[in-house]
């Protein structure tokens, strides 16, 4: 009798633990993993003997030489050409066709059409709800041609950027063992389209490959490298993948002798106007005190909608070297030249930072806002100078210094507003005065 009952009693547990199993495995399989379609991709067989190619765009009417460089619309173009399988496209925006098509230079009339070839090729494009997503922008601009060639750099697919804008950027060939990483990041992107949140768990395939700790080890044109990618947002950031503001200190923190930034904004202020970020601001102040002797450049873009804090922002890192510590800070404008019909043309869009070990060429502009919101990308290559001009970073450093003694770069000088700021800086002033209820006029 208590036999039967303990086997009954023993059925009942059995089946209890079968039902768990089932409802178990059930909600497992109902869970879709995102990025877990992603092809298994044979990191073992990649190639790491990689051709590179600084492209910039450079406005017809600025008397500046390319300088080693190659035109961006003729190193797009070269780039599509080897596109046999696929070629992925990140930009913000998409505006090939200008409705001044026919006053602007010739430059971009031939190139235009070359770029939407890509069009021809089965084309899917994917819009992403960053507003949703991450309260952002999505700012990142690359490309992926077979999973083996890229391009990274300041232009995004706008007519501007091949025409009126001054642009820098990279394209680097023959390169899986570095360019599958960056595709990992397409493949994010990729799957966010007609979402609104982001998934708690991402596939594991999305996961980095390399990173700041793990750098890959490559040929750039015969000559040793080491590389990786960044990204931003933070919460774009899958496991082991740098963030940007990691990567930026890392390349600051090792630096020896030099450090040269090229931006069109900086800005230490988020959360438009209410918050001071002091993180990159944080870096350069340390870089500069700690460091013996190191030399730090910045080259920004003045025009009438840069804030005129950024001014007070780089007078007080000027500040901070003296006699008694022994750095040196210099900041020059370069500034963008008016057209006879108003427009601006030879705005310095240059998102770099070169210093004599590295180079980090990234996608945002140094404002608080876009590392804090915005979607973006960045890669760090770093060298041994050669001494003969031959690595990316010699060359980055030689783009930098002919910018830097370039006529359009003024110098800032010490409480001195420049000229070019002027009607953002009323518009400024009008609005802090009324804002405190005093009437200064
Ligand atoms: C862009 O311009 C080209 C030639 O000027 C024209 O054929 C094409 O339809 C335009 N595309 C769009 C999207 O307006
Ligand atoms: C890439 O490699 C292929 C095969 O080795 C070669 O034919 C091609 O010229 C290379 N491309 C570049 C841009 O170096
Ligand atoms: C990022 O996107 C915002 C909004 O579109 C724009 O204002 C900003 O200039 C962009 N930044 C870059 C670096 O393209
Ligand atoms: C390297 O470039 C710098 C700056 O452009 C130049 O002054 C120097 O002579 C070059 N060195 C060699 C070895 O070509
Ligand atoms: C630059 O110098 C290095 C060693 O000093 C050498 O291996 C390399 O071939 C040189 N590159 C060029 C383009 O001359
Ligand atoms: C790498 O080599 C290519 C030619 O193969 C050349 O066009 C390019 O300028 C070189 N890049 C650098 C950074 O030296």
Avoid at 191 to 201: A, E, M
Avoid at 302 to 321: G, I
Wanted: aromatic share 12%; with cysteine.
């Amino acid at each position: 009798m208590s036999i039967s009952k303990g086997k009954h009693k023993c059925i009942a547990i059995f089946a209890l633990v079968c039902c768990c199993a089932v409802l178990i495995a059930l909600i497992f399989s109902a869970v879709d993993v995102w990025g877990d379609d992603e092809d298994d991709i044979a990191e073992g067989k990649c190639s790491s003997a990689c051709r590179v190619v600084l492209v910039e765009n450079i406005p017809e009417d600025l008397s500046i030489p390319y300088k080693d460089t190659v035109s961006l619309a003729a190193g797009l173009h070269e780039l599509l050409d080897q596109a046999h399988r696929s070629v992925e496209i990140v930009s913000p925006w998409w505006a090939l066709n200008s409705t001044e098509y026919e006053s602007k230079p010739p430059q971009a009339k031939q190139v235009t059409p070359n770029i939407l070839q890509c069009q021809h090729l089965c084309a899917e494009v994917h819009y992403l709800n960053m507003k949703a997503l991450i309260k952002g922008q999505l700012n990142s601009s690359f490309w992926v041609v077979d999973r083996k060639h890229m391009y990274i750099g300041s232009a995004g697919m706008d007519w501007r950027s091949l025409s009126t804008m001054k642009e820098l950027g990279i394209i680097i060939y023959n390169c899986s063992c570095l360019v599958l990483d960056l595709h990992k990041i397409f493949s994010l992107y990729w799957q966010l389209q007609y979402k609104d949140f982001l998934p708690s768990i991402w596939s594991k395939k999305l996961n980095a490959l390399y990173n700041r700790d793990n750098n890959l080890q490559l040929h750039l044109n015969d000559t040793e490298a080491k590389a990786y990618y960044s990204s931003s947002p933070d919460v774009f950031c899958l496991k082991k993948r740098t963030k940007d503001l990691e990567a930026i200190n890392r390349v600051i923190q090792e630096a020896e002798t030099f450090i040269y930034i090229s931006i069109t904004n900086y800005l230490p202020i988020s959360s438009n106007g209410i918050v001071y970020w002091s993180r990159i601001d944080n870096m350069l102040r340390e870089a500069l005190i700690l460091k013996k002797s190191i030399e730090v450049r910045l080259l920004i873009s003045c025009w009438e909608q840069t804030d005129p804090l950024t001014l007070n922002f780089l007078w007080s890192l000027k500040a901070l070297c003296t006699e008694s510590v022994r750095c040196s800070v210099e900041v020059k404008f370069f500034i963008p030249q008016k057209q006879s019909n108003g427009d601006l043309y030879g705005m310095n869009h240059n998102r770099y930072m070169v210093t004599d070990r590295s180079v980090y060429i990234g996608n945002l502009n140094w404002v608080g806002n876009e590392f804090v919101y915005s979607a973006g990308v960045g890669m760090v290559i770093s060298q041994q100078v050669e001494q003969n001009n031959s690595t990316v970073v010699e060359r980055m450093k030689a783009v930098f210094e002919r910018d830097w003694h370039s006529h359009y770069s003024k110098t800032l000088q010490p409480n001195k507003i420049p000229a070019c700021n002027f009607i953002f800086f009323l518009k400024n002033t009008l609005f802090t005065f009324n804002y405190k209820g005093k009437h200064v006029w």
